[in-house]
């Protein structure tokens, strides 16, 4: 069974701290692995994808992959009232070619 | 340019009523998909493009029916849906789908009601 799992929250984090959004996925196998944005009511937006173990850093957003640990995170810095919304972890898992959502982790920043 | 179009943004209609969703970008993306999202849940694929062809229909039932004119348009035919298909459709493209990696663009998604 392939799996990706998010806390669902609510994670709630003041204005100006550090949003910290993890995501364990269960294919050791897997190679890719997105972030989407979606606020209430509207389609996901992308933010960032990763496919190497390490950091990748775009902006205020830093996304993390360990791949022996099965884990991918995305750090949200300076966060602001407007990155409250729900942020989905994807992940290509090997020997297919599609995504598998995690159930997302709604995240409020409170100003 | 990442934008994917859908039309219309919302859509009412009645259990007997036969509609269409259309999708359509001009990325020069060879790859395109329709999912579908129910409240408070991941987008759920339902069906994969690549190459104007149909690569994956993830046993959608019979009453919604893709079609892909060309690489830049993607429509869903629906017919007699049932309450239960309400939900947000959504559309995505991407430059590819077996020569991946590849990143998924989304339309903003037409919110379906059925009565």
């Known amino acids: 069974q392939k799996e990706v799992e998010q806390n669902s929250g609510p994670l709630s984090v003041p204005e100006g701290a550090i949003a910290s959004l993890n995501c364990t996925y269960s294919?050791?196998?897997?190679?890719?692995f997105f972030w989407y944005r979606q606020y209430s009511g509207k389609s996901p937006e992308l933010i960032m994808f990763i496919y190497s173990n390490g950091d990748k850093e775009d902006g205020r957003f830093t996304a993390q992959l360990n791949k022996a640990s099965q884990y991918v995170s995305l750090l949200i810095r300076d966060s602001q009232p407007s990155d409250s919304a729900t942020y989905l972890c994807a992940v290509l898992f090997s020997g297919t070619y599609k995504y598998i959502f995690g159930t997302g982790t709604r995240l409020k920043v409170l100003a | 340019d990442t934008e994917v179009t859908q039309t219309p943004k919302h859509l009412v209609m009645g259990m007997t009523n036969k509609k269409s969703l259309k999708c359509e970008q001009h990325?020069?993306?060879?790859?395109m998909y329709w999912y579908k999202q129910k409240a408070k849940k991941p987008p759920e694929l339902m069906f994969v493009y690549s190459y104007e062809k149909l690569s994956i229909n993830e046993s959608v039932p019979s009453r919604f029916s893709p079609e892909c004119p060309n690489s830049s348009l993607l429509n869903l035919h629906l017919h007699a849906l049932q309450p239960e298909d309400s939900a947000l459709y959504l559309c995505?493209?991407?430059?590819?789908?077996?020569?991946?990696?590849?990143?998924?663009?989304f339309g903003p998604g037409t919110r379906l009601t059925v009565t």
């Open positions: 294919d050791r196998g897997s190679q890719s």
């Open positions: 995505a493209s991407s430059q590819d789908w077996e020569q991946g990696p590849y990143e998924q663009y």
């Open positions: 990325m020069g993306h060879r790859a």
